[in-house]
């Protein structure tokens, strides 16, 4: 695989990994009172 077309497709699986975290976050961030509330 060419340098440049490796160096984006591993950019892009840090972008998309980034954003599940964050996703993730806030999933977790808005569903703590749902935990508390049982």
């Known amino acids: 695989m060419a340098p ?3 160096a984006h497709r ?3 699986l840090v ?3 980034e954003q599940d975290l ?3 976050a806030f999933i977790d961030a ?3 009172d749902w935990d508390d509330a049982t």
């Open 4 to 6: 440049a077309r490796e």
């Open 22 to 24: 964050d996703d993730q």
């Open 15 to 17: 972008a998309a990994s």
């Open 30 to 32: 808005v569903s703590a």
């Open 10 to 12: 591993q950019s892009t």
